[in-house]
């Protein structure tokens, strides 16, 4: 089947959480951008952390909770990083994937506004449609919200293909019939051109 349509997750496929004051927690980071799962030690209710993504302050409540207990000394201002444009950076290839000529998707369970991170970078306009989980109700691997950024676009799943960094997450795609590949969430400088290799290898 021909691809017609392009979705993307947002955290560690096309941006990562990366900053010279956030590299002293680099496995924290690393726990609260995982798309699933959370270390039960951290004290948060499995159940409750899975729908973190649906509410903002849900969202909030929960981190500074995480935060708390893994010791930071000021769990409100780690928050505020957490969900600053100016700590996301983006992959080496990142634009350029972005700049393909198909309508573009970003799918991604999260729970605040992250065109103001596409915005920062100047990519914004290169991506037709945000399909946000607190937005739409739904978070990956949820097929419904994979479902409503296809129809967004215009295009049947088994048109649209899907990169994500997770196979649980983003795999969850393939349950509507889209094509899926995985990149590993790798540090930006790691993984220069991963996004452009599997679209070109898609493409073609």
């Not at 993504?53 to 981190?63: F, K, N, P, T, W």
């Not at 691997?141 to 676009?153: G, S, V, W, Y």
């Amino acid at each position: 089947m021909t691809i017609r349509a392009v979705l993307f997750d947002f955290s560690g496929t096309l941006f990562r959480l990366e900053h010279d004051s956030l590299t002293a927690h680099a496995d924290l980071m690393r726990a609260l951008t995982a798309p699933v799962g959370l270390d039960p030690s951290l004290g948060v209710d499995p159940d409750e952390w899975e729908r973190r993504d649906l509410d903002g302050d849900v969202h909030r409540e929960l981190h500074l909770k995480v935060l708390e207990k893994a010791g930071a000394a000021d769990p409100a201002a780690f928050y505020d990083q957490l969900v600053s444009p100016p700590f996301w950076q983006p992959y080496p290839d990142t634009a350029q994937a972005l700049g393909t000529e198909l309508p573009t998707a970003v799918v991604s369970n999260i729970a605040w506004d992250i065109r103001t991170v596409f915005a920062r970078h100047g990519v914004e306009h290169r991506v037709d449609e945000y399909v946000l989980s607190f937005e739409v109700g739904h978070a990956k691997p949820d097929p419904k919200i994979f479902q409503i950024a296809c129809e967004r676009l215009g295009v049947h799943p088994s048109e649209a293909l899907m990169i994500g960094d997770s196979e649980e997450a983003d795999g969850g795609a393939a349950a509507i019939g889209c094509q899926v590949a995985i990149v590993p969430p790798l540090e930006t400088a790691q993984r220069p051109g991963a996004l452009v290799d599997i679209l070109k290898s898609h493409l073609a």
